[in-house]
């Protein structure tokens, strides 16, 4: 029984028209017939003919059905088989917010980018280290990952407090991610950076995806993924539960190892590691599920929200499936 708000940008062009030259935008004519209108019903009324929401769990038609899954587009499968259908089936996503802001995300591929070019050539970007590195010339490598760490957050953004608080918040984790590199050092070479590559897993898909790192010795490969947020603890790894670490060790030959690497405020350390036979066995249990669920989509099974807290509480998809509606209708039904 409120109004409701007008946009920003009407409300924008309300503003101006009433401060700058004193009118009102608000049709007199429709507010004097609202209180006459044949349609208009008390609330009550109104709300007593709305069916509560049910739970979505639609099906995907075979023609939208992706061919292509990468480790997040197969993460959104476990979390919410709804979130799935509207995001990768309907290829649905949210307007895009204009900001000069710096967000934590655009951090995120900043620290990326800085560690790619560190180790590797990039264009556009000073030459990397290419030295090994150890004790003795730690505090060369030190200064110039600093340099690249201050040219890669000025470029192509505007100097500002905001970007200058987001370097220093990097460069106080610099130090600590060269002494990680040189005990790295002892048992690992960097063998490629940023690697994107792909693996078929049925005749029905393939899965792909970006590596930050391989890193190489005798015995095989250790993917490394950086992480300047809250990475997947161990055990949802183990339990199927997050599956960017086993998805990536499918997409290269000879993996027997893959790690998350916490990287921010100070600290850089290993947060999550898999390996050897526990590997294996992880990624051939979570390629398992992937294709049968790939095979249960041709064979158009259902696609329900799951209502998890977790999920939902980061997902752009809630407007459609009104997870609060049908789980108000479930509570009462129970």
């Given at each position: 029984?409120?109004?409701?708000?007008?946009?920003?940008?009407?409300?924008?062009?309300?503003?101006?028209?009433?401060?700058?030259?004193?009118?009102?935008?608000?049709?007199?004519?429709?507010?004097?017939?609202?209180p006459h209108s044949t349609v208009t019903r008390?609330?009550?009324?109104?709300?007593?003919?709305?069916?509560?929401?049910?739970?979505?769990?639609?099906?995907?038609?075979?023609?939208?059905?992706?061919?292509?899954?990468?480790?997040?587009?197969?993460?959104?499968?476990?979390?919410?088989?709804?979130?799935?259908?509207?995001?990768?089936?309907?290829?649905?996503?949210?307007?895009?917010?204009?900001?000069?802001?710096?967000?934590k995300s655009d951090y995120g591929e900043k620290?990326?980018?800085?560690?790619?070019?560190?180790?590797?050539?990039?264009?556009?970007?000073?030459?990397?280290?290419?030295?090994?590195?150890?004790?003795?010339?730690?505090?060369?490598?030190?200064?110039?990952?600093?340099?690249?760490?201050?040219?890669?957050?000025?470029?192509?953004?505007?100097?500002?407090?905001?970007?200058?608080?987001?370097?220093?918040?990097?460069?106080?984790?610099?130090?600590?991610?060269?002494?990680?590199?040189?005990?790295?050092?002892?048992?690992?070479?960097?063998?490629?950076?940023?690697?994107?590559?792909?693996?078929?897993?049925?005749?029905?898909?393939?899965?792909?995806?970006?590596?930050?790192?391989?890193?190489?010795?005798?015995?095989?490969?250790?993917?490394?993924?950086?992480?300047?947020?809250?990475?997947?603890?161990?055990?949802?790894?183990?339990?199927?539960?997050?599956?960017?670490?086993?998805?990536?060790?499918?997409?290269?030959?000879?993996?027997?190892?893959?790690?998350?690497?916490?990287?921010?405020?100070?600290?850089?350390?290993?947060?999550?590691?898999?390996?050897?036979?526990?590997?294996?066995?992880?990624?051939?249990?979570?390629?398992?599920?992937?294709?049968?669920?790939?095979?249960?989509?041709?064979?158009?099974?259902?696609?329900?929200?799951?209502?998890?807290?977790?999920?939902?509480?980061?997902?752009?998809?809630?407007?459609?499936?009104?997870?609060?509606?049908?789980?108000?209708?479930?509570?009462?039904?129970?």
């Amino acid at each position: 029984g409120e109004w409701l708000a007008a946009s920003p940008w009407v409300q924008s062009i309300q503003n101006i028209a009433e401060q700058g030259f004193n009118l009102r935008l608000h049709n007199q004519e429709l507010l004097a017939l609202i209180p006459h209108s044949t349609v208009t019903r008390h609330q009550a009324e109104l709300l007593a003919k709305i069916e509560t929401s049910h739970r979505p769990d639609p099906q995907l038609l075979a023609a939208l059905i992706p061919h292509d899954y990468s480790a997040s587009r197969h993460q959104r499968l476990i979390d919410c088989p709804y979130r799935f259908f509207a995001a990768d089936g309907l290829q649905l996503k949210t307007l895009e917010q204009i900001t000069t802001e710096l967000m934590k995300s655009d951090y995120g591929e900043k620290v990326h980018l800085i560690l790619q070019a560190f180790h590797q050539t990039v264009e556009g970007l000073p030459e990397p280290f290419t030295e090994r590195l150890t004790d003795t010339n730690r505090e060369q490598a030190l200064q110039h990952l600093n340099r690249l760490s201050e040219k890669v957050f000025m470029q192509h953004t505007e100097d500002s407090i905001q970007q200058r608080a987001w370097l220093q918040r990097w460069l106080s984790t610099t130090e600590s991610y060269i002494d990680w590199q040189i005990q790295r050092n002892a048992n690992w070479t960097i063998h490629r950076t940023e690697l994107k590559t792909e693996a078929r897993i049925s005749d029905r898909a393939r899965i792909n995806g970006r590596l930050d790192r391989v890193d190489q010795n005798n015995d095989g490969y250790s993917i490394v993924d950086y992480k300047t947020g809250s990475p997947a603890s161990r055990e949802t790894a183990l339990s199927g539960e997050d599956i960017q670490l086993t998805s990536y060790a499918a997409l290269h030959q000879q993996v027997n190892q893959v790690i998350y690497l916490k990287l921010d405020q100070g600290t850089t350390r290993t947060a999550t590691c898999l390996e050897e036979e526990e590997l294996e066995s992880c990624t051939q249990q979570t390629m398992q599920r992937l294709s049968e669920l790939i095979d249960a989509l041709h064979q158009s099974s259902p696609l329900p929200a799951w209502g998890d807290s977790n999920t939902c509480l980061y997902c752009d998809m809630s407007g459609l499936c009104r997870r609060q509606m049908w789980r108000q209708n479930t509570q009462t039904t129970d």
